[in-house]
């Protein structure tokens, strides 16, 4: 089987790509600019340009494509015209290059930005969609032409609502990244200013759940599951908690809290908690990782990467 993948070079399809080629699949990963370094497989492709992808998707003809590219929600208010290109245009371009194409599967990654302020918490999958950034409003978008896509032309398409994911690789302009800032600046300088309040609550998620999510909706049997797109959660701590988790792994840190007001704003508009028992029950999903677990193993990768760092490209391979 061939899988395709956009958005290979951010947080999220940098580690589905290794996943999956662990896994044994041919991958071709892609995105608008291919990195220094990477493999003879990495293809250029700017998904708001339909030609680009229609050549492509005709020379590769891969089984299944992973739509990952995106602006994320903090950098999409800088631009939502953008946004929009990439996002909504984006994801029209490969639903309708795919079918054109005849690729069997579509899976997509949405988000907790696809809710707005007032839904119940925790956030059950059916739950009004009002969301209040761009990002959020073509997430939505891509989820509803998604599901059109299939009982229109029994395209396969299926993905999850990622909380904020967390690991140890830069992000690209998230509104969640406080979270992981705490790790990476905490480790790094020993010292993170967190553009939330404390008390701000959202739903989160170490990385490798969220890659084994993508990989195992990707896989699910077609006839147990019951929807397109799956909530899926993790834990929900505040920020002061995670605060704390990093303090009590590392010896000297300090966390302080300096709340921006687009950003906080964002985050007071998303779910506290999601409910995910229809992932539960349709595909079996479950996370491995609680706050603390995520603490102790991202915390020592970081501190692996420093010390890798600080040797230098030399010394760290030996
Ligand atoms: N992590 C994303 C963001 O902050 C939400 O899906 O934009």
């Not at 340009?49 to 929600?73: F, I, K, T, W």
Request: hydrophobic fraction near 35%; glycine fraction near 8%; include cysteine.
């Amino acid at each position: 089987m061939k899988t395709l993948v956009t958005g290979a070079g951010g947080q999220v399809g940098a580690e589905l790509v290794r996943k999956l080629r662990q896994r044994g699949e041919t991958v071709v990963p892609t995105d608008r600019v291919v990195p220094e370094g990477a493999d003879e497989n990495y293809r250029a492709l700017d998904v708001t340009n339909r030609g680009e992808l229609d050549e492509l998707l005709a020379q590769e003809q891969p089984d299944v494509v992973y739509h990952l590219a995106a602006v994320l929600s903090a950098r999409g208010e800088e631009n939502p015209q953008a946004t929009y290109e990439v996002n909504q245009t984006g994801t029209y371009n490969v639903l309708e290059a795919c079918r054109q194409a005849g690729v069997r599967r579509v899976v997509f990654t949405s988000s907790i930005a696809v809710f707005g302020p007032r839904v119940p918490d925790p956030t059950p999958d059916d739950a009004p969609l009002s969301p209040t950034t761009m990002y959020g409003v073509t997430k939505v978008a891509g989820e509803l032409l998604g599901a059109y896509y299939e009982h229109r032309y029994g395209l396969d398409f299926r993905g999850v609502r990622f909380p904020g994911l967390i690991s140890a690789a830069e992000p690209g302009g998230g509104t969640s990244d406080y979270a992981l800032y705490m790790y990476v600046e905490g480790v790094r300088r020993g010292a993170y200013e967190a553009f939330c309040r404390p008390e701000t609550r959202i739903p989160l998620m170490y990385m490798p759940d969220g890659i084994r999510a993508l990989v195992e909706i990707g896989q699910a049997p077609k006839s147990r599951l019951t929807r397109c797109v799956y909530n899926i959660a993790a834990f929900s701590p505040t920020a002061a908690d995670i605060a704390q988790s990093v303090e009590r792994a590392l010896s000297r840190v300090s966390i302080a809290f300096s709340p921006d007001p687009h950003r906080q704003a964002i985050l007071d508009s998303w779910p506290r908690a999601l409910d995910d028992a229809p992932a539960r029950r349709d595909w079996d999903w479950a996370p491995a990782y609680d706050l603390e677990a995520m603490t102790e193993e991202l915390v020592s990768e970081l501190r692996a990467r420093e010390g890798d760092e600080r040797r230098g490209p030399r010394e760290a391979g030996g």
